[in-house]
């Protein structure tokens, strides 16, 4: 079954504590993406990546850090500056040819700090 | 990106066709219209998407007026299971970030 996979589902931090999160595709896409959602909010654009070992900073990178060694991993890791980080954390992958740049999302990840 | 403009929720009865519009009056030739929907606490999922043409899939159709500023997403059939928040997106091929606005809350009811 192909997809986008994210684990843990829910994770839980004290404060001070940097976190990783995963994300992992086996559709063969590109790209891949991390968002950050908001209670009653839209998604806001973390990083992303269009080919293994790159990457940019989306519109709140600050605080965030990730890698990208594996075309099918993306993870995400929350440092102990991001000032705010309860949030939920949605990873999505594109193909990135013409016909297939459709963002397809995984199921999050709701990270909250203690 | 253009922006998009979507009424705040709705409800439809279950079995019916459900029709959300969507509002995009300043769309550039070369801006798609997406469909995504959100089912409480789970990741975004795609519908559908087109530029000029109307379009179906699976799950959905997309209908887009001649002059492109505006469009309807129509559910043919409706169930519980498609109570969510709808969000319609506008976005250029290959624009690294989609912007989600607040979308449609769309309830089905019984």
């Known amino acids: 079954d192909g997809g986008i996979t994210q684990s843990p589902k829910y994770l839980f931090r004290k404060e001070g504590q940097n976190v990783t999160l995963s994300c992992e595709q086996n559709?063969?896409?590109?790209?891949m993406y991390w968002y950050r959602q908001d209670p009653g909010q839209g998604l806001r654009l973390i990083y992303y990546s269009q080919i293994v070992n790159d990457f940019q900073k989306g519109d709140i990178a600050e605080g965030y850090s990730v890698s990208r060694e594996k075309k099918e991993s993306f993870p995400l890791t929350v440092t102990s500056a991001q000032k705010n980080p309860t949030a939920f954390y949605l990873c999505?992958?594109?193909?990135?040819?013409?016909?297939?740049?459709?963002?397809?999302f995984g199921p999050g990840t709701r990270l909250t700090v203690l | 990106d253009a922006k998009t403009t979507q009424p705040t929720s709705m409800d439809c009865a279950e079995g019916r066709a459900a029709n959300l519009p969507c509002n995009h009056s300043t769309i550039s030739g070369n801006e798609y219209v997406y469909w995504y929907r959100q089912i409480h606490s789970q990741g975004p999922q795609y519908i559908i998407h087109g530029l000029k043409n109307n379009e179906t899939n699976e799950m959905a159709s997309l209908i887009i007026t001649e002059d492109r500023k505006s469009s309807t997403l129509i559910l043919p059939h409706a169930t519980l299971r498609d109570t969510a928040v709808y969000y319609c997106i506008v976005r250029v091929a290959y624009d690294y970030k989609l912007s989600f606005g607040a979308g449609t809350t769309v309830t089905v009811r019984a």
């Open positions: 559709l063969n896409h590109d790209a």
């Open positions: 999505a992958s594109s193909g990135g040819a013409i016909s297939s740049d459709t963002q397809y």
